[in-house]
């Protein structure tokens, strides 16, 4: 595209998020003045970051050739972060302004004392015309900040459709653009004013069943065969523990969402393009604990959770987007799911591994202590056992816990504690670290929590389903951009820049070499405990590719072949950097 490369605002988004990283601030174990901060230079990274990623994917779409699209539409183009070509449910903002000309071009009027006068829908095709799944979400008129689009006054009156669009075969690393019309009105679908089953979801992989309690029960071809039940209720503990360590009061009182007939279910959606039902639970927990922290207060509180579940048009997973308001004190939030005997180990993905563990964390001399197992990669994770992964965005306390009728995986939502560390208090480990102060914040009372994570139910063979895969396009933060009738050097309807196929292989990063304009490096690892071959294909072959490594220094060269290929064998587990010239 000809943009500069951004060093300077990347390495200052960096700054910001190492600073963030220290052991103890990272792990949630600081005075609450620590993580106030913290949660700022998290929201400077993020704005730097947006605003790096915005100028980036603007200055590629004013470079596809749109030539051939009327004078009166638009482009959208949503782009795919990952090296396999992805077919999935993207939601993704879909930005008009009044100031690009489009609502002129297409003889609105906008009213401002009511927009919704004016456009309610949009047409959404393929490039080639062909219909496709989407829907509109939300829609609201706003103005928008664009800091890439010009030095001064980037600010743009925006009408902003919010869009569920079912994304087929978008390229590896590249691009699937789609034509944008003016719609007069919503076309109508049969079950427009209701649906035989609202408490049901089907596509051809998966049938998902919410059950008067709110729990799951899943079928379907995706499972083999199998049916989960009681998959997904909520199960609250005390906690009188610390930002270190959980510990249950003595005497505990655990409180689930089963059997207490407080869950109201609502379909939201039922399009072509996604379904969507939302199960509103009710739990009664004790406020807090008692004063001497041996028992959970007889008083109580209603805590009130939300979870939306959306299965895509053709999604192999059910996405789960959970929202609490905490009203209580000294407690712990689990999301559980039964699932059937599976053996004694269980995988689960860490930074640059998937690893095999034992369900049961063996304790040792009693002078120490081991936590729950956590899942502890940065954006995109994932544990499995048996038929079921649970794919999580951020979220990294799980737990395993045996039965022979039918074992449960925990997923820690929440802990509320009052105190940075244990100190000398007999309820918790000996000698615990950190000092005892107070750290009300941590109690979280009155905050919105908002929590998303996904449910991949499999035959048994997580490698065999793509559970890693799907995994990873859960948390992906999806991006598009919106532009209009132009020329340019990349070819419109679909492109990808880059590559990298073979077993298992997962690219980590693909970025210029530090002070090198010309030269970049591309990162990837194999998940898999057997060799694979990473092959990569670039949409313009590179002048020369060498070994790297993490400092990006240029080793031995890496033969191109004729097709402009270039294939490497990969040991299990094993981090291969590649620097190439283009």
């Given at each position: 595209t000809g943009l500069a490369y951004p060093e300077g605002l990347i390495h200052t988004a960096w700054k910001w998020l190492l600073r963030n990283h220290p052991h103890d601030s990272i792990g949630g174990c600081s005075v609450d003045a620590v993580h106030r901060q913290m949660e700022t230079r998290f929201e400077w990274a993020g704005e730097i970051a947006a605003c790096v990623t915005g100028r980036s994917l603007h200055a590629i779409s004013e470079n596809i050739d749109t030539g051939s699209l009327d004078e009166k539409d638009a482009a959208l183009v949503v782009f795919n972060p990952f090296n396999w070509e992805v077919s999935d449910l993207v939601e993704v903002d879909l930005d008009l302004s009044v100031e690009e000309g489009w609502f002129k071009r297409n003889d609105f009027d906008i009213n401002y004392a009511n927009p919704f006068f004016s456009i309610r829908h949009l047409n959404i095709t393929g490039w080639d015309g062909s219909p496709?799944?989407?829907?509109?979400?939300?829609?609201?008129?706003?103005?928008?900040?664009?800091?890439?689009?010009?030095p001064f006054g980037p600010t743009y009156q925006t009408a902003r459709f919010r869009v569920a669009l079912w994304a087929e075969r978008v390229p590896p690393l590249g691009y699937r653009t789609y034509r944008i019309s003016k719609a007069l009105k919503r076309n109508r679908l049969p079950n427009r004013h209701g649906t035989a089953a609202p408490h049901i979801m089907r596509n051809e992989h998966l049938t998902v069943e919410v059950m008067p309690n709110g729990t799951l029960t899943v079928s379907g071809p995706a499972l083999g065969g199998g049916v989960l039940r009681n998959l997904h209720y909520f199960e609250d503990d005390g906690d009188n523990g610390d930002g270190y360590t959980y510990s249950p009061p003595r005497f505990d009182a655990v409180v689930t969402s089963l059997g207490n007939g407080k869950a109201q279910i609502t379909r939201l959606l039922d399009e072509p393009a996604v379904q969507a039902i939302a199960v509103d639970y009710t739990l009664d927990v004790p406020a807090a604990v008692t004063p001497d922290r041996q028992h959970r207060a007889p008083e109580t509180v209603p805590l009130n959770v939300r979870s939306v579940f959306r299965l895509g048009a053709h999604s192999r997973r059910v996405d789960v987007e959970t929202t609490v308001t905490n009203t209580a004190?000294?407690?712990?939030?689990?999301?559980?799911?039964?699932?059937?005997?599976s053996g004694d180990t269980h995988d689960a993905e860490m930074p640059f591994d998937v690893v095999t563990r034992s369900n049961r964390t063996v304790q040792p001399d009693e002078r120490a202590w081991i936590e729950d197992m956590p899942l502890e990669r940065a954006q995109q994770m994932f544990m499995t056992y048996g038929p079921l992964a649970i794919a999580n965005h951020g979220l990294p306390e799980y737990?395993?816990?045996?039965?022979?009728?039918?074992?449960?995986?925990?997923?820690?939502?929440?802990?509320?504690?009052?105190?940075?560390?244990?100190?000398?208090?007999?309820?918790?480990?000996?000698?615990?670290?950190?000092?005892?102060?107070?750290?009300?914040?941590?109690?979280?009372?009155?905050?919105?929590?908002?929590?998303?994570?996904?449910?991949?139910?499999?035959?048994?063979?997580?490698?065999?389903?793509g559970v890693q895969r799907e995994s990873h396009q859960h948390a992906a933060l999806w991006h598009a951009m919106v532009t209009y009738r132009h020329g340019g050097a990349l070819p419109a309807g679909s492109h990808g820049?880059?590559?990298?196929?073979?077993?298992?292989?997962?690219?980590?990063?693909?970025?210029?070499?530090?002070?090198?304009?010309?030269?970049?490096?591309?990162?990837?690892?194999?998940?898999?405990?057997?060799?694979?071959?990473?092959?990569?294909s670039w949409c313009r072959v590179p002048a020369a590719v060498w070994m790297s490594n993490l400092a990006e220094e240029q080793g031995a060269p890496v033969e191109i072949g004729l097709d402009g290929e270039c294939c490497i064998e990969v040991k299990p587990k094993q981090i291969v950097t590649l620097r190439f010239a283009m």
């Amino acid at each position: 595209t000809g943009l500069a490369y951004p060093e300077g605002l990347i390495h200052t988004a960096w700054k910001w998020l190492l600073r963030n990283h220290p052991h103890d601030s990272i792990g949630g174990c600081s005075v609450d003045a620590v993580h106030r901060q913290m949660e700022t230079r998290f929201e400077w990274a993020g704005e730097i970051a947006a605003c790096v990623t915005g100028r980036s994917l603007h200055a590629i779409s004013e470079n596809i050739d749109t030539g051939s699209l009327d004078e009166k539409d638009a482009a959208l183009v949503v782009f795919n972060p990952f090296n396999w070509e992805v077919s999935d449910l993207v939601e993704v903002d879909l930005d008009l302004s009044v100031e690009e000309g489009w609502f002129k071009r297409n003889d609105f009027d906008i009213n401002y004392a009511n927009p919704f006068f004016s456009i309610r829908h949009l047409n959404i095709t393929g490039w080639d015309g062909s219909p496709v799944k989407y829907h509109i979400v939300d829609t609201r008129f706003l103005v928008v900040h664009r800091p890439w689009m010009e030095p001064f006054g980037p600010t743009y009156q925006t009408a902003r459709f919010r869009v569920a669009l079912w994304a087929e075969r978008v390229p590896p690393l590249g691009y699937r653009t789609y034509r944008i019309s003016k719609a007069l009105k919503r076309n109508r679908l049969p079950n427009r004013h209701g649906t035989a089953a609202p408490h049901i979801m089907r596509n051809e992989h998966l049938t998902v069943e919410v059950m008067p309690n709110g729990t799951l029960t899943v079928s379907g071809p995706a499972l083999g065969g199998g049916v989960l039940r009681n998959l997904h209720y909520f199960e609250d503990d005390g906690d009188n523990g610390d930002g270190y360590t959980y510990s249950p009061p003595r005497f505990d009182a655990v409180v689930t969402s089963l059997g207490n007939g407080k869950a109201q279910i609502t379909r939201l959606l039922d399009e072509p393009a996604v379904q969507a039902i939302a199960v509103d639970y009710t739990l009664d927990v004790p406020a807090a604990v008692t004063p001497d922290r041996q028992h959970r207060a007889p008083e109580t509180v209603p805590l009130n959770v939300r979870s939306v579940f959306r299965l895509g048009a053709h999604s192999r997973r059910v996405d789960v987007e959970t929202t609490v308001t905490n009203t209580a004190k000294d407690h712990r939030l689990r999301v559980c799911f039964e699932v059937p005997p599976s053996g004694d180990t269980h995988d689960a993905e860490m930074p640059f591994d998937v690893v095999t563990r034992s369900n049961r964390t063996v304790q040792p001399d009693e002078r120490a202590w081991i936590e729950d197992m956590p899942l502890e990669r940065a954006q995109q994770m994932f544990m499995t056992y048996g038929p079921l992964a649970i794919a999580n965005h951020g979220l990294p306390e799980y737990e395993v816990v045996e039965s022979p009728v039918a074992p449960v995986v925990k997923l820690t939502l929440l802990r509320a504690v009052n105190y940075l560390g244990a100190g000398p208090h007999p309820n918790t480990i000996i000698g615990g670290a950190g000092p005892m102060f107070e750290t009300p914040e941590q109690q979280m009372l009155g905050r919105t929590l908002v929590f998303r994570y996904s449910i991949i139910p499999h035959a048994g063979d997580w490698r065999a389903a793509g559970v890693q895969r799907e995994s990873h396009q859960h948390a992906a933060l999806w991006h598009a951009m919106v532009t209009y009738r132009h020329g340019g050097a990349l070819p419109a309807g679909s492109h990808g820049f880059l590559r990298v196929s073979g077993e298992g292989i997962v690219v980590s990063a693909l970025k210029q070499v530090e002070e090198m304009a010309g030269h970049y490096v591309v990162r990837f690892w194999n998940s898999g405990d057997a060799p694979s071959q990473a092959c990569l294909s670039w949409c313009r072959v590179p002048a020369a590719v060498w070994m790297s490594n993490l400092a990006e220094e240029q080793g031995a060269p890496v033969e191109i072949g004729l097709d402009g290929e270039c294939c490497i064998e990969v040991k299990p587990k094993q981090i291969v950097t590649l620097r190439f010239a283009m």
